[in-house]
């Protein structure tokens, strides 16, 4: 099992920056891919962010493919998202998710490839 526990959400203006954090818990950290989701009021979940095991690899959605950046730090088996020139359409539940089935060559981007999920943070940008 695998705990993940998400922060750093809030309000902000259209424009600004946040950094989510997802700190994990359980298993061995470095095992597992790592994704950030998001799912806004009326809509399906979406992909946003994903990051390989050693951080060498990284895939992001086209909506925010030069805005946000997913990093993570294993010695602190923590996974980060900054989201720059946020827009109001960024607005949505934010949650980070862990997948214990990628391999050298296959980073999951979609819902159904993570194993263990977070609860969430919500962000909310304001025009």
């Known amino acids: 099992q695998v705990q993940l526990v998400e922060s750093g959400g809030g309000l902000v203006q259209a424009g600004g920056s946040l950094r989510l954090s997802c700190a994990a818990s359980?298993?061995?950290?470095?095992?597992?891919?790592m994704g950030w989701f998001r799912q806004a009021p009326g809509k399906e979940r979406e992909f946003v962010a994903a990051i390989n095991w050693s951080g060498s690899r990284t895939y992001y959605a086209d909506s925010v493919k030069g805005r946000f950046t997913i990093s993570r730090d294993n010695a602190k088996n923590t996974v980060y998202l900054q989201m720059n020139s946020l827009k109001p359409e960024d607005t949505a539940r934010y949650y980070c998710a862990a997948s214990s089935r990628s391999t050298s060559n296959y980073t999951p981007r979609t819902g159904p490839g993570y194993d263990y999920w977070g609860q969430g943070t919500p962000v909310t940008v304001s025009s």
């Open positions: 359980g298993r061995t950290f470095s095992n597992y891919a």
